[in-house]
C-alpha cells in the first residue's frame, strides 16, 4: 500500500480556511467590531470578543519568524523530503503561521528572511500554504 | 497573593524503575511511586486525606481516584490536574492551599506514564497534532527547536551553550544509580556527534522518554517536624503561563513564564537569586535550561557560553543544576523529576550526588525549583528551603 501523506485536519473551525487554500487563496476572519486579523481560526475575537467576523483574502506576503530543519522521519511519507524546513511565517498583515519553506539553500535561509506563499495540492480536498522566496 | 511561606512542607519522594520497563502501566507507576512516597514520609494509607495525579498522556484509565483506592485510602481534597510539565510545581500550589485551610493533612501528588512499553502514551511525544502532520511539525521537538532557532536569531545563544548544559548534567546522571544515563559518559564530541534530529537540536538537547512515575507528599509544617524525614519547607511561589501555541506566540526567545513567575516566587520567600544554591530547572531541551535561568535572573541574554562552561552547574561547580542529571540525563517524569530531586537535596537524603562535601559544593539550603510545560507555553516556579 502506498504510504499516505499526513494531511490536515479540518475542525468547524478551520473548514472554512481549508476551503480558501484549496483556490489557492490565503484568507483569515477579520473582526468586524475592531478590525483584528486572528488565527487560529475561532469563533470570537481574541482581542475584543466580538463574535461578527468575515474571512478577507491576504497578501500571501511574510517573512520566517523562525524556523527549523527537520532531518529525523516522523513519518514515512517523510523519507525521501528530509531534511525539509519547518517554520513560522510572520505575515505582513500581522497573525504568524506554521508552514514549510522551499527554494532556499538550507544555509541560506534566515529568521527575517522574506518569503510569498504558493499552494501545494496536497489531494483533492487540501492545497497547503507553502512559502518561497518572492521572485 | 496571601503568603503561604513556611506554612507547608514536602515530607517524602517516591520512585519506581525507570527506562524501558515492559508489561507495566501507566497507572501501576503512578501507585508504585505514590506508595513510595507515602512510605518514605513514615505514613500508612490511614493517615492520607488528600491526591492530586496528573493523569498519563491521554490515559483514560488513570484518574486520582483510582490510584487512592488502590492504596486504600478516602481523599477528602484530590484532583486530577495538568498543566503539561508545569503540573508539579502547580500542584505544590493546590496542595498548599488545601492544607493550610484544613481541607486535608496528606497530600500524595503523582506521576506515571509508560510510553516507551507500549503503554497508552506510547507515542505522543512524536504525534503531530491536528494540522502539525501536515506540515512536517511533530512533537515537541519541532516547536521547542524552532523556540531555539528565534534564541539564536535574538541573542547569543547555540551548541556552544547548549553542549555545557548537556555534558554538566551528564556528569550529575553518572553520580546518580537511578538515572537512566548513569553508566554511560559525555563528552563535547560525543554532543558533536550526535545527528539533528530538528536542526539546530542534536539528540543531546533533547529529553530522554521513560516508562516510570515519581511522587512526593505535602503536610503542615506542624506535622512535618514529627516526620521521618528532615522538613522540606515551600519559601515560594509562582505560576504564569504565556498560553500562546508555538506557532503563534512571540516568547519563543523569551521573556517566558520564568520571569513573572519567579518573581512572585521570590518576593514570596523574601530571598534573591544570589540567595540560591542551586537550581533544579526543567530541562526538557538544552535551551529550556538556558531560557529558564536567563527568565529567573541568574544570567542575562547572550551570556549562557560562559555561565555553564568549566562544569560551573556540573559536580564540583559553584552553581549546581539539574543534580540527578535532570530530564535529560536522569529520566523523564516532566516537573516531578526536577521538584523531587530539590527535596531529596535538601534532605540530605541524594547518595553519592549529594550537594555538599562529597560532590565538592555548596550545602544546600535553598534551592529554585522549575516547571515549565507545552513549548514555554506554563510556567511553574517553587522555592525550597530546608
Known amino acids: ?135 | 497573593m496571601e503568603s503561604i511561606k513556611d506554612k507547608v512542607c514536602i515530607v517524602g519522594v517516591g520512585y519506581t524503575p525507570q527506562g524501558r520497563i515492559p508489561n507495566r502501566s501507566a497507572l501501576s507507576f503512578h501507585v508504585e511511586a505514590a506508595r513510595n512516597a507515602i512510605l518514605d514520609a513514615g505514613l500508612t494509607p490511614k493517615d492520607m486525606d488528600g491526591i492530586l495525579a496528573q493523569p498519563a498522556t491521554g490515559d483514560p484509565t488513570v484518574n486520582a481516584w483510582q490510584i487512592s483506592q488502590l492504596l486504600g485510602f478516602h481523599p477528602r481534597f484530590g484532583a486530577d490536574q495538568s498543566a503539561m510539565g508545569a503540573t508539579a510545581g502547580g500542584m505544590v500550589f493546590h496542595a498548599a492551599a488545601a492544607l493550610i485551610y484544613g481541607l486535608a493533612s496528606y497530600v500524595v501528588c503523582t506521576y506515571g506514564e509508560s510510553p516507551l512499553s507500549g503503554g497508552y502514551g506510547a507515542g505522543a511525544y512524536g504525534r503531530g497534532a491536528g494540522d502539525r502532520a501536515a506540515f512536517g511539525w511533530y512533537g515537541a521537538n519541532t516547536g521547542y527547536s524552532l523556540a531555539a532557532r528565534r534564541g539564536i536569531a535574538k541573542f547569543e545563544t547555540g551548541p556552544e551553550t547548549w553542549k555545557e548544559i548537556a555534558v554538566n548534567q551528564r556528569k550529575w546522571a553518572n553520580l546518580n544509580p537511578r538515572a537512566m544515563m548513569h553508566s554511560k559518559k559525555m563528552t563535547y564530541e560525543d554532543y558533536y556527534n550526535q545527528k539533528f534530529y530538528v536542526e539546530p537540536f542534536r539528540l543531546y538537547d533533547i529529553c530522554l522518554v521513560s516508562d516510570s512515575g515519581r511522587a512526593f507528599v505535602m503536610t503542615t509544617a506542624e506535622r512535618a517536624k514529627s516526620l521521618r524525614h528532615r522538613p522540606v519547607y515551600v519559601m515560594g511561589v509562582g505560576q504564569y503561563h504565556p498560553a500562546w501555541d508555538p506557532a503563534q506566540a512571540d516568547h519563543l526567545a523569551g521573556p517566558i513564564g520564568a520571569v513573572p513567575s519567579g518573581e512572585e516566587a521570590f518576593r514570596m520567600a523574601g530571598v534573591g537569586v544570589k540567595d540560591v544554591d542551586a537550581a533544579e530547572i526543567y530541562d526538557c531541551f538544552t535551551y529550556t535550561v538556558e531560557l529558564s535561568l536567563m527568565g529567573y535572573g541568574f544570567l542575562g541574554p547572550g551570556e549562557g557560553k560562559d555561565f555553564f562552561k568549566n562544569g560551573r552547574t556540573a559536580p564540583g561547580g559553584e552553581f549546581p543544576v539539574n543534580t540527578s542529571g535532570g530530564l535529560l540525563s536522569e529520566s523523564y517524569q516532566m516537573g516531578f523529576t526536577p521538584l523531587t530531586e530539590g527535596v531529596v537535596q535538601l534532605q540530605g537524603a541524594a547518595g553519592d550526588r549529594q550537594m555538599g562535601p562529597k560532590t565538592n559544593t555548596k550545602e544546600p539550603e535553598i534551592i529554585l525549583v522549575s516547571g515549565n510545560g507545552g513549548v514555554l507555553q506554563t510556567h511553574a516556579t517553587v522555592i525550597l528551603r530546608r
Request: with cysteine; aromatic share 14%.
Open chain 1, 1 to 135: 500500500m502506498a504510504v499516505q501523506r499526513p494531511l490536515p485536519y479540518a475542525t468547524p473551525e478551520t473548514r472554512p480556511f481549508w476551503g480558501y487554500t484549496k483556490q489557492h487563496e490565503l484568507r483569515m476572519q477579520k473582526c468586524l467590531d475592531c478590525g483584528h486579523i486572528r488565527w487560529p481560526a475561532g469563533m470570537f475575537c481574541p482581542k475584543c470578543l466580538s463574535d461578527k467576523s468575515e474571512w478577507v483574502k491576504l497578501s500571501g506576503k511574510g517573512s520566517v519568524y523562525t524556523f527549523g530543519i527537520t532531518h529525523y522521519i516522523y513519518d514515512k511519507w517523510y523519507t525521501d523530503k528530509v531534511p525539509y524546513v519547518v517554520a513560522v511565517i510572520e505575515l505582513a498583515e500581522g497573525p504568524h503561521m506554521m508552514g514549510n519553506v522551499t527554494g532556499f539553500k538550507h544555509e541560506d535561509i534566515k529568521v527575517g528572511s522574506p518569503v510569498e506563499i504558493y499552494f501545494d495540492d496536497a489531494n483533492e480536498e487540501f492545497s497547503l500554504p507553502t512559502w518561497r522566496p518572492p521572485k
